[in-house]
């Protein structure tokens, strides 16, 4: 290869073995095996580039070149040379990487052997080795132009085997695709349909295969009897306009179907190809999701309305609507429990009339299976195994939802299989949606109601009035048909019945009094805190477990007693109703507490009028009457002595009178204070005892107490009282004070022979026609002061008169 003439034949053959071939090897292989034999060399290789900066062999010479020393040192060297290539793309100064050795590079290995490493531009590296002398430079420097034509032909080779694999993917893919999916090519201006899939077919129907002028979309024209509905021109330009720019477009578009108008999310993609430009289509039907959007919009715009109805009616009204204006349906009505008649009642309807029978609590329907339960659908009415009884068009599907202790949201539609499962979950949302509605409205007319209750009770002229009052209007105001009230009776330690409603009445005829420890009712009272029974039955600690009543809201009324509602079927009652109890028992036992005041002042005022009216007109007229048989007979000393002890009558009564004023216009004071200074302080106060009786005082307590201010005057009442009626002469009268558990109880004993019980009627009947010539002013002074001190007064008359009194240790 010295002379020139054979070195440019021996290239020239060189170069006409270098051309693409079917595969990259097979390029590569052919013009490997034209080096090798035209420069007498002994092994060689072509080597591709990766991203990372290593090489991958594509061909070798001969097979056992890769045993071969010079070939192994070669690749060992185009190692070397990948390795700084890579240092050099760590570098960040931004200079070229002196590590790496330029191409081409040259090596020898042992005596005799040669290897040459030659840049196949942007492609790889082309390897040969020699024994011998090795290759001249002249050649070396000569091979330049083949190796670039290589470099191109391995490249093009590449990109070819490349795009046709991806098509080969892109066939599959577009094959097994289930989204309709075309494609389009642009010539010239012109739009061309190049394949499309069955999806897009059984979709559009056959009459796509065109596009018309430039349109990118292929044309999808309308039915007979619709209209086309391909979206706007506006729409359809920028969509060919960003895709002719070499964007990929993500759109939603209606497109007509064979089935009717669609909408569809169209995502469309511009790829450059060996045969030029081509665009791939691809439509997701999102008409079903799209329904739904406009349904939940639809919905949320509605749902206002249904939140802030005023009144359950109106709550009611307003579900319904919205019900019928995200579902296609020919009625939908709402079905109201009535916990009275233990029925689900039509309360609201789109129809003239309500479509849906009204059904008892023994009925076995679906609404009552649903009421309370799970969301049901019933695709056909006529066939099913369970009916529903109905009026007006035949309905044939129904869906019913429940309204948790509301009621039951019914729609009906004359189409077998009309709802589906998007119309079953906007049925759910609906009826969460009417329940919020209801529950609001329903607290807001309990709460408006309540205040009514209220203010009728604080008018009420006295208790028995408030109470009857207050029970006719719950079954309608709050909804509590089966409501009974108890007041607590202190003599008898037990909380007595003092009104049922109507409903209550026609179920009890005879209500119970629980005594101490009886049930759950007395449980209630006894903490203060109101109890929600979900279930009687299942409550060891019921009174009844066989009462009709199985769900109940026992809610005291302070110390006065307890107010209970109940229903006859299990979890009927809430956490509302039991709010509610709460709210309307707190405001009747102030009720209660007016009441009683007013009842208290007007005593009063009659107790003035007839201890100071009858008592001093009597002992006016005795005096009078004396004081003429003085002026008579001067010397009768006896008569005198009486009018003093008259005097002293009125000045006794005139205090007391005072005291009785005093005492109820404090009755709401109380202070706490040691009992031994009360009782001190008491028999401080007492009157002198008649020589022959003896008072004893024994306090065997240091505790304190919370009372009326007064409560030593009632202890000197008692003591008062003994000196009067029950000490004969020789007696004694005691006085003890002593802890009963977390009590402290006073006493005040005599053995004489008792107090009158024409006198002890002042406790029970606390009315002022017991106070016959005053003779019960001071009995009912102690009354009073105890039961504003919070304690409770007993007499015992066996055995002389012990009057007690015990109160709460503080």
């Known amino acids: 290869m010295a002379d020139h003439p054979h070195r440019t034949q021996i290239l020239h053959e060189i170069s006409l073995a270098i051309s693409p071939g079917e595969t990259l090897e097979s390029t590569a292989e052919t013009a490997l095996q034209a080096y090798l034999q035209k420069l007498n060399c002994t092994v060689g290789g072509v080597f591709s580039r990766h991203e990372d900066g290593g090489y991958d062999r594509v061909v070798s010479q001969p097979a056992a070149a890769v045993d071969d020393p010079v070939y192994l040192a070669a690749r060992a060297r185009l190692t070397e040379r990948a390795a700084g290539d890579t240092e050099g793309e760590n570098d960040t100064d931004g200079e070229e990487s002196t590590n790496a050795e330029s191409f081409p590079i040259v090596g020898e290995v042992g005596e005799d052997g040669h290897y040459y490493l030659f840049e196949l531009c942007e492609f790889g590296v082309l390897l040969l080795g020699t024994r011998g002398s090795g290759l001249p430079t002249a050649v070396i420097d000569a091979l330049g132009p083949l190796n670039d034509k290589l470099a191109t032909a391995c490249t093009a080779t590449a990109a070819e085997a490349t795009l046709r694999n991806e098509r080969r993917r892109f066939e599959a893919l577009f094959t097994t695709i289930q989204e309709p999916m075309v494609t389009v090519s642009l010539t010239d201006g012109t739009a061309t349909i190049t394949r499309r899939n069955e999806a897009f077919e059984?979709?559009?129907?056959?009459?796509?295969s065109t596009t018309e002028g430039s349109r990118l979309e292929p044309t999808i024209p309308a039915t007979?009897?619709?209209?086309?509905?391909?979206?706007?021109?506006?729409?359809?330009a920028d969509i060919d306009a960003q895709l002719t720019d070499g964007q990929p477009v993500t759109?939603?578009?209606?497109?007509?179907?064979?089935?009717?108008?669609?909408?569809?999310?169209?995502?469309?993609v511009p790829v450059t190809t060996a045969a030029g430009r081509e665009f791939f289509l691809l439509y997701v039907d999102i008409t079903?999701?799209?329904?739904?959007?406009?349904?939940?919009?639809?919905?949320?715009?509605?749902?206002?309305?249904?939140?802030?109805?005023?009144?359950?009616?109106?709550?009611?009204?307003?579900?319904i609507e919205t019900a019928m204006a995200v579902i296609d349906a020919s009625v939908a009505e709402i079905h109201l429990y009535d916990r009275a008649a233990d029925a689900l009642t039509p309360a609201a309807t789109t129809a003239d009339e309500p479509v849906f029978a009204a059904t008892s609590g023994d009925d076995e329907t679906p609404l009552w299976a649903v009421y309370g339960g799970e969301t049901r659908c019933i695709d056909h009415l006529s066939t099913a195994d369970d009916s529903i009884a109905h009026t007006g068009p035949e309905i044939e599907s129904v869906l019913l939802c429940p309204l948790s202790d509301h009621g039951v949201l019914v729609i009906g539609d004359e189409r077998p299989g009309a709802f589906d499962e998007t119309d079953i979950q906007l049925g759910r949302l609906l009826s969460t949606l009417g329940n919020i509605g209801l529950t609001r409205a329903q607290r807001t007319q309990s709460l408006e109601a309540v205040q009514t209750i209220t203010q009728e009770a604080v008018t009420a002229e006295a208790k028995p009035a408030m109470i009857d009052a207050v029970l006719e209007q719950l079954p309608t105001a709050l909804n509590f048909p089966i409501t009974g009230m108890w007041e607590y009776d202190q003599i008898d330690d037990r909380l007595t019945p003092l009104g049922m409603t109507d409903p209550a009445f026609d179920l009890f005829r005879s209500p119970p009094a629980f005594e101490r420890g009886d049930g759950i009712a007395w449980d209630a009272f006894e903490r203060g805190e109101t109890e929600l029974v979900g279930d009687?039955?299942?409550?060891?600690?019921?009174?009844?477990?066989?009462?009709?009543?199985r769900s109940e809201v026992i809610a005291p009324i302070g110390e006065f007693g307890i107010l209970m509602a109940g229903t006859v079927r299990p979890q009927n009652l809430t956490d509302a109703d039991r709010s509610i109890a709460e709210t309307l028992t707190s405001n009747l036992e102030t009720a209660i507490q007016l009441v009683d005041n007013r009842e208290e002042l007007q005593l009063l005022e009659a107790v003035f009028d007839r201890v100071l009216r009858h008592n001093l007109r009597n002992d006016l007229t005795v005096i009078k009457g004396y004081a003429n048989a003085i002026a008579e007979d001067c010397e009768t000393a006896a008569y005198a002595a009486d009018i003093i002890e008259h005097c002293e009558n009125l000045e006794r009564t005139a205090t007391n009178a005072r005291t009785m004023r005093e005492v109820v216009q404090t009755r709401e004071e109380r202070h706490q204070v040691a009992i031994d200074t009360v009782v001190e302080d008491a028999v401080e106060m007492a009157p002198d005892p008649p020589a022959a009786v003896d008072v004893s005082v024994d306090i065997e307590t240091a505790a304190s107490v919370l009372a009326h201010p007064k409560l030593p005057v009632a202890i000197t009442q008692l003591i008062e009282n003994a000196l009067e009626h029950a000490v004969d002469d020789g007696g004694e009268i005691r006085v003890t004070a002593t802890e009963a558990g977390d009590d402290v109880v006073i006493e005040v004993s005599d053995d004489g022979p008792g107090i009158p019980s024409a006198e002890l009627t002042v406790i029970d009947g606390h009315d002022e026609s017991e106070l016959e010539h005053g003779s019960g002013v001071g009995l009912w002074l102690i009354d009073r002061i105890v039961d504003y001190s919070d304690g409770q007064l007993t007499f015992d008359n066996s055995g002389g008169t012990t009057a007690r009194i015990t109160l709460g240790a503080a």
């Open 202 to 208: 059984t979709t559009f129907g056959d009459a796509t």
């Open 288 to 319: 079903d999701e799209k329904r739904r959007r406009r349904t939940l919009a639809s919905l949320y715009a509605e749902s206002q309305a249904v939140l802030t109805s005023e009144d359950r009616q109106t709550a009611c009204e307003r579900t």
């Open 536 to 549: 009687v039955a299942a409550r060891p600690d019921a009174y009844n477990e066989d009462s009709v009543v």
């Open 251 to 268: 759109a939603e578009v209606s497109r007509q179907t064979t089935t009717g108008s669609g909408d569809f999310l169209l995502r469309a």
């Open 224 to 236: 007979d009897s619709e209209e086309t509905t391909t979206g706007d021109e506006r729409g359809t």
